[in-house]
């Protein structure tokens, strides 16, 4: 509990002086700089508490509250209570801290609204404005360390299904958030390229396959072939021996059985390259199941044998996990050829030679969860020091996703699907419609949108229902409700050109935004912003974006009304029309970073 005349950030020297706090950054975040205030002034009058212990526990408050201390959580020997009773009486109000009260255990705060404004827009337009790229949100806690990302990993010659989606989505969405707070990220996708049904899908080419089908469609001829080579193979086994032998010779490194999958493969990722960058998606590394070594997945079969862990069936090498209740696993086949298992195991540890990754993220279904734990234990018994810096995230089922003729799926279908819905949905407004530049691309846009919102918004380990309808309105939380309200704060600046540019921040007077509710709700969720970032990337969970950005949205469609901006304009109150403009111009620029972050693409105009 000390003090101190010099504030430890300079940025705020026009402030009352603040501590350094270690774990604080105010320089990326002025509600850190508000939660050294409330902590410094809280170890002030409590002399067995520092500024540091506090500061952990200043929490959002609920409804109407800025921030709330639980002080039961400092565990001291006197009552809550008692400690409360000292710190309301050593309290100043000061340009930070307007007041407190105490409630119980607890102590509520609220945030001196004139500073509030002033900082919280003055950092928004500091890092959004003078910067190449947008800044705000951002942060350095990352910085120095490495991170792969793999997600996506569709299975060449299988369907995209919505499993793959779900990973697409999410994994682009955590390597943004991973980015955003400074890690290196490598952003991987692990293509199933690998295994018999390989072998299967060369006995199918043979039979079905058109050179000119695989040119227009790669993904989709291969999807073809072998639907018909399974079907075949269902009534008649010996298919599936030649396919087993084939993929034989490919594991055998038989190139005259490898060219035609060389191609496939190439193609394939060509043609998936095109439609993620649709989506907003990019891979730093296309990699899959054939480039993995088989050196390194014998060496750790090797190991393995060694340590008593392995047991021969009829020739087929498996691995008893029962003990960590994660079943028995086949590791090696009978013929010698890997498995998916192994190629993991394998893989892993290649990429670990060849990155140094300080951590490892797989985006996989939570169907594969027995199976990503598996690997993992394996990695960890093999003793790997990096093992545990191993994380799966999963996810839960989509439930009846098709197009509306409810066929097949491809991503490619998805995607023209989506736009096709919104288009049909924006149609019906006939006057709106109408005033649309490009519809085309507007509704594809806002259908992918759409897409993506439905799968971000609840918690990722829940199942939901893939439902065209629901997601493709402009009412409640949606896509394109998003995509409306940022459409809509953004046109306020063409709307009023006579404002333009705006002065410099220090003289903008954001003292005229004070008294106004809900312009005080937009500011408190734009300082909030940078916790935002900083929650996902420790929970991995995008719902918590996808719920800043919805109530932003809602927040600034409620200010709307009471603060207009033209109405400020047409009585010739231009410093106050300036100040609104800030705000709203602000509340653009967070709305649209948020979304940036869920690998949206903010529209302007619609
Ligand atoms: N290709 C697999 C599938 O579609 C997903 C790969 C997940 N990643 C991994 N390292 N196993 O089921």
């Given amino acids: 509990a000390t003090t101190s005349s010099t504030t430890a950030y300079p940025i705020f020297s026009h402030l009352p002086p603040l501590p350094q706090v270690s774990k604080a950054d105010p320089a990326s975040s002025v509600f850190d700089a508000f939660r050294i205030a409330i902590a410094s002034s809280i170890a002030k009058a409590v002399p067995d508490l520092t500024v540091e212990q506090v500061y952990e526990g200043v929490d959002y408050g609920k409804k109407g509250v800025d921030f709330t201390v639980a002080l039961p959580r400092f565990r001291l020997k006197e009552k809550p209570d008692v400690t409360g009773k000292k710190v309301l009486a050593e309290f100043k109000a000061d340009e930070w801290i307007e007041s407190v009260v105490a409630q119980g255990p607890f102590l509520h705060y609220q945030l001196n609204t004139a500073t509030l404004f002033r900082e919280v827009l003055t950092q928004i337009h500091q890092l959004t404005n003078e910067t190449e790229k947008p800044l705000y949100g951002t942060s350095k806690i990352g910085e120095g360390k490495k991170v792969i990302i ?71 001829h291969l999807y073809d072939v072998y639907v018909k080579i399974n079907a075949e193979a269902e009534k008649d086994p010996e298919v599936r021996v030649e396919a087993a032998k084939w993929f034989k010779r490919m594991e055998d490194g038989d190139e005259t059985a490898l060219v035609n999958w060389r191609k496939w493969r190439e193609l394939s990722v060509k043609k998936y390259t095109e439609e993620y960058a649709a989506l907003n998606v990019r891979f730093d590394v296309y990699t ?64 670990y030679e060849k990155y140094k990754f300080d951590k490892m993220i797989y985006v996989v279904a939570s169907q594969q969860d027995l199976h990503l734990a598996q690997f993992f234990k394996v990695l960890q018994l093999l003793e790997y020091p990096w093992a545990n810096t191993l994380e799966h995230v999963n996810y839960g089922l989509v439930q009846g996703m098709s197009t509306r003729k409810g066929t097949a799926v491809f991503l490619a279908d998805i995607i023209r699907e989506a736009g096709n819905v919104m288009h049909d949905q924006m149609k019906k407004n006939k006057e709106k419609y109408e005033a649309v530049e490009d519809p085309e691309g507007t509704s594809k846009e806002i259908g992918i949108t759409a897409v993506k919102v439905q799968d971000m918004q609840a918690k990722r380990i829940n199942n939901y229902v893939f439902n065209w309808d629901r997601m493709t309105t402009f009412e409640g939380d949606t896509g394109p409700y998003l995509q409306y309200a940022h459409v809509r704060v953004s046109s306020i600046s063409r709307k009023n050109p006579s404002l333009h540019p705006l002065p410099p921040p220090s003289q903008i007077n954001t003292s005229l935004l004070t008294s106004h509710p809900k312009a005080r709700e937009i500011a408190i969720l734009l300082g909030s912003y940078p916790d935002v970032v900083k929650t996902a990337l420790k929970t991995h969970e995008p719902s918590g974006v996808v719920t800043f950005a919805m109530r932003l949205s809602h927040a600034i469609s409620g200010a709307w009304d009471v603060l207009g901006v033209k109405s400020e304009v047409d009585k010739g109150d231009l410093e106050s029309a300036r100040a609104r403009m800030w705000l709203y111009l602000s509340a653009r620029d967070v709305l649209g970073a948020s979304m940036r972050l869920l690998s949206l693409t903010p529209l302007e105009r619609m």
């Fill in 288 to 351: 899959g199941e054939s480039q993995v070594g088989k050196e390194s997945q014998a060496q750790a079969l090797a190991r393995l044998e060694e340590m008593g862990l392995i047991s021969d069936v009829e020739g087929a090498k498996l691995i008893d996990l029962e003990k960590w209740k994660l079943q028995k696993a086949v590791v090696r086949k009978k013929d010698g050829t890997s498995i998916y298992l192994t190629r993991d195991i394998g893989g892993a540890i290649e990429r």
């Fill in 150 to 220: 793999e997600y996506s990993s569709p299975n060449i010659a299988k369907q995209f299904h919505v499993g793959h989606l779900r990973s697409t989505i999410i994994g682009q969405f955590l390597s943004n958030v991973y980015s955003a707070c400074g890690w290196e990220v490598i952003a991987m996708n692990y293509l199933g390229d690998w295994g018999t049904q390989f072998g299967l899908i060369a006995v199918g080419f043979e039979r079905y396959g058109s050179e000119e089908a695989l040119k227009v469609d790669a993904i989709k």
